[in-house]
């Protein structure tokens, strides 16, 4: 189990209220892992140590409480570049503990949580490209101890042996990528000739997606209370029957209209300070979302940081190429509102995101699912159908 010091480093103008919520989402990635937090710091700094990241007073403290407190690793809330993670192990080595930056950390609880091919080679793919730096950096150092002017060092040879192997095994990855985003495509190609729709649930991680899809598809999908609890695309079908209708609209000759049948895909969760490296890792899985009709976008009504999780995920989206997309805000866990409070949260919130057609729902008790479809048949078939449940 991990026994961890946690620490971030943090500019002198960030406020203690963004402070505590950056603490508080590292603290829930390592216990989303299965760690505990020991020891906890905050260190303001306005320019990061150059050597080590944490100022050098800082880790002889840390040295020294995790000894006493028996910690086994270090989790650094930041990116650290690979002769800071160098330095940094250098120097708590002796305390024989790990450390981590937040990219280990996430990439600890993506290798946890993967269950399809696909998702495990992803994730060994965003592995290689943050460790690899670090390893050429570490070779760095063997060759300045093991060389000599005129000489070959012994780490030079293993930093360019390590270069091939990495290099060999990401075209490796690469290629049973390329193998997976073809037969992904092909499935695209087929329902495209078949007309089906397809729509791709979107959002910060823990708002409710797959407890979404679950309500809309009955698809059975993997929910816990946990980041990234979700890694796997998931598709699930989703049925929207239209019983009362305008005949005068119906074309000469078209029958009565026949229930939609919606292809529903749940992916994974954002979060803030997703390096790029991942998202780009990711492609293959998020190519579900790119190519969706329309997005859902779940978000948790209830958390007070609701407007920067937006921000985040709007971020992404752009960095993905599909802010552009159609795109419907689902306000999720009304059930948790106090009720007094909940009329003028809707309100607040429809005015607020009027463009994206804002639904309110609770994927528990369940409510607010049918306006939602009713929503979600008029955005994709422009719909002159009334929608009623079943």
Known sequence: MLKAILIDIIPPSLSSEESEHRMLEAENLIKTYGGIILIKKIQKKLVPNYKTFIGSGKVEELIAEGKEQKANILIVNNELKPHQTYNLAESFRTADIQVWDRIDLILKIFQKHAQTHEAKLEIELASIRHMGPRIFGMGMQ?????????TKGVGETNIEFMKRHLAKMEMRIKDELESCKKVRKLHRESRRRHDLKTVGIIGYTNAGKSTLLNALTRKGAYVANKLFATLDTRVGKMYLPVTEFDPSKLPAGVGLPRPYEVLLS???GFIQDLPPQLIKSFQ??????IESDLLLHVIDCNDPKLMPKIKVVNEILGQINAFHKPCIYVFNKIDLVPKHTLKELKQNLSSHFKKFNPTFVSTIKPEG?????EKITKQLFNSDFKYKPF
Not at 142 to 150: A, D, T, V
Not at 369 to 373: A, P, Q, R, S, T
């Open 142 to 150: 063997l060759s300045r101890q093991g060389g000599g002017i005129g």
């Open 266 to 268: 749940d992916t994974i």
């Open 369 to 373: 699912l049918d306006e939602l479809k």
């Open 284 to 289: 293959s899985t998020l190519e579900e979302t």
